[in-house]
């Protein structure tokens, strides 16, 4: 008998990940614990010249976490109370954390239905006398339209604020995230393209002043000896972490490459199962380089949620990001937002949907997502309708 249950495809599989590259990881560890060196040292500092020289920036800091990376770079910039800030509602709640956490307002302006980015008009119908900065967020891989965003910015005279937690390695007409701003910010959390062991993050820069006050703010302030020349906060980098990092950071482009060829792989598969008409591929965008932190594809009609039910039923990985828009949370109801005051990015966050695509990912393993898509659409017209990838097409992942 023939069982045509289809096999589970996990969401994210950092297994596989972890078995390519293991002795390499294991080694930098043993390092670490050999040397006893755990905060900060040699191993932080020889990241954070690979980040800098991977970004092109002058200057790379190694913190806690991106959301660390997000409150130092406000912090450095002097940004607090009465000030306001410009940023994306579709991003992870981080992003306006952390213009509250510091005093200051976050203003949130429309998003691009195509990139899901921070669309430039919508920022400068925001702008006022109160505005310190602009927090652009490459949502998903793929960098804002910077040009446009950095020429208001000079024109009134404020910083940018990249979040670029999810896009490192992305590009905007040649050069690099973290490099197209002010300051830039990444997170190593372990599910990005670049993630660690646990929580990790990093600042760019290229003004060597904030460089050297970031630094300071993330060991509370101290200019050494115990001389506290402002109040910063406790946000260092481990350097187990900068450990595996370094490892990683060596494959992360023959990584990147693995994710853009399952994103093309998806739009042959979508191609094929005829769904173009209700599914919407995320699009690259003129001069970017995409690296698909997420596949994130737009279910048209009001289907999205029976999608995603019907994957899971399957067990077929996928998920939301992000199911409630960050000027509709409850914590930022005093902003006196309500529905229907940012209607592209309540139209996105209804419709998107991300599919698996970490680099391990198989081509059986994808044509199973997108076969049980078409189903759960009526969109299979016969359970025998022709595969694209035969069971033995395994894509052989060489790190």
């Not at 981080?94 to 899901?116: E, H, L, N, Q, Y």
């Not at 060596?250 to 979508?270: P, V």
């Amino acid at each position: 008998m023939t069982n045509n249950t289809p096999t589970p495809v996990p969401f994210i599989n950092l297994v596989d990940q972890y078995q390519r590259i293991k002795t390499e990881v294991q080694d930098a560890v043993l390092n670490v614990f050999e040397n006893q060196s755990f905060v900060l040292g040699d191993e932080v500092a020889e990241f954070e010249c690979d980040i800098a020289e991977y970004c092109d920036s002058r200057n790379a800091i190694g913190v806690a976490s991106g959301t660390d990376a997000l409150l130092l770079a406000l912090m450095a910039l002097e940004i607090g109370p009465g000030d306001e800030v410009i940023t994306s509602p579709f991003t992870f709640f981080a992003t306006g954390s952390s213009i509250a956490r510091v005093g200051a307002t976050p203003v949130f302006a429309d998003i691009d239905p195509v990139s899901f980015n921070l669309c430039p008009e919508s920022i400068e119908e925001k702008i006022t006398e109160r505005t310190k900065a602009i927090m652009p967020v490459h949502i998903f891989g793929q960098c804002a339209d910077m040009e446009p965003i950095w020429r208001n910015a000079v024109r009134n005279g404020i910083p940018v604020i990249e979040d670029a937690a999810q896009a490192i390695g992305a590009e905007y007409r040649g050069r690099r995230a973290g490099v197209l701003g002010t300051v830039g910010c990444f997170s190593f959390f372990p599910t990005k393209n670049l993630g660690g062991a646990g929580d990790g993050g990093l600042v760019t820069t290229d003004d060597p002043d904030l460089a050297t006050r970031i630094r300071r703010l993330r060991v509370h302030g101290d200019l050494g000896g115990y001389q506290h020349a402002e109040v910063g906060i406790n946000s260092r980098l481990d350097a187990l972490q900068a450990a595996v990092l370094r490892v990683k950071l060596k494959h992360l482009d023959q990584w990147t490459s693995e994710r853009q060829e399952n994103a093309r792989r998806y739009n042959s598969l979508l191609r094929h199962y005829q769904l173009l008409d209700c599914i919407e591929p995320p699009a690259v965008l003129p001069d970017r380089r995409h690296v698909y932190n997420q596949y994130s594809l737009r279910v048209k009609g009001g289907q999205r949620d029976k999608v995603l039910n019907d994957l899971r039923e399957k067990q077929i990985g996928c998920a939301i990001y992000y199911p409630r828009p960050l000027h509709l949370q409850q914590c930022f109801q005093y902003l006196g937002y309500q529905e229907g005051d940012l209607p592209v990015t309540e139209l996105i966050t209804s419709e998107c949907l991300a599919l698996p695509i970490f680099s391990e990912l198989t081509a059986t393993q994808q044509e199973t997502v997108i076969r049980g898509i078409a189903e759960s659409l009526g969109r299979l017209s016969s359970p025998h309708f022709p595969t694209l990838y035969s069971e033995t097409s395994q894509v052989r992942k060489v790190a």
